[in-house]
């Protein structure tokens, strides 16, 4: 059994590609009444981070996976510490498959962006690139209100956007894969790397520990009919079943 948590129900996008690609049995948690985390200090995603971490491994999981990027970004390492369990988040793999490229955009939260953790990470494999780096607030709530594909949000996408002449593009959020075709038509010659796929390639070794039967079992910290509601945008089908959980 797998566990995964995000500030909302943007980490079902990494879920999604966990079944797709290991058939997982996942616990999930989104942590809908906290949400965002991308405005937030790093104290306090550090603190909401562990939290939701001890809420999934009381929950007998075998492994973590930590879809949030701005969690992952601030709570990574500590987590790793805090934990018995593995702890794998999003932010590594997107940032070790883009280095190979000379010119790097990282799209994200302000949160993520000011941590500068792509950055570090990119570096790590590749210190002649360069990187730039773009913060997309409007983006979260564009896509949470259901305009994924629409002139508004093509307007705010082409403002964010335009100019940019990157090789490839990360996108350091778990809601910005849902805009993949509205990114790519301003962006139209740069690859984009959505981290969540990103992540899922480089779990290919642990194969056995993330093969299940593809059962999902989802917490919300919030509405349980709105987490359902807007789930299936992101998860790409309805599911039924999701419980209520307080934190505190």
């Not at 956007?161 to 996108?171: K, R």
């Not at 079992?217 to 807007?230: N, P, R, V």
């Amino acid at each position: 059994m797998i566990g995964v948590f995000d500030s909302g129900v943007g980490g079902l996008t990494v879920v999604r590609q966990l079944l797709k690609y290991f058939n997982s049995d996942i616990v999930y948690l989104g942590d809908t009444a906290r949400l965002p985390y991308g405005i937030k200090s790093k104290d306090t995603v550090v603190k909401y981070s562990i939290q939701n971490a001890k809420f999934l491994e009381n929950k007998n999981i075998d492994a973590l996976v930590v879809a949030c990027n701005t969690a992952s970004s601030s709570a990574i390492e500590i987590l790793k510490e805090e934990l018995s369990i593995p702890v794998f988040g999003v932010i590594e793999p997107a940032a070790k498959k883009a280095s190979k490229h000379k010119n790097i955009c990282v799209l994200g939260t302000e949160s993520t962006i000011s941590s500068n953790a792509y950055v570090k990470k990119i570096r790590k494999y590749n210190n002649s690139c360069k990187i730039k780096q773009i913060a997309c607030p409007l983006f979260v709530p564009l896509v949470e209100s259901g305009w994924v594909d629409n002139e508004i949000t093509y307007m705010v996408a082409k403002k964010y956007l335009s100019g940019d002449n990157s090789d490839v593009v990360i996108l350091g959020c778990t809601h910005y894969p849902l805009l993949k075709g509205v990114i790519q038509d301003v962006l139209p010659n740069a690859e984009l790397v959505d981290s969540g796929e990103a992540l899922v390639e480089s779990l290919s070794k642990y194969g056995e520990l993330f093969s299940g039967r593809g059962v999902l079992e989802c917490y919300t910290t919030d509405s349980k009919e709105k987490f359902s509601e807007l789930g299936k945008l992101f998860l790409g089908k309805s599911f039924n079943g999701v419980k209520l959980t307080d934190l505190s």
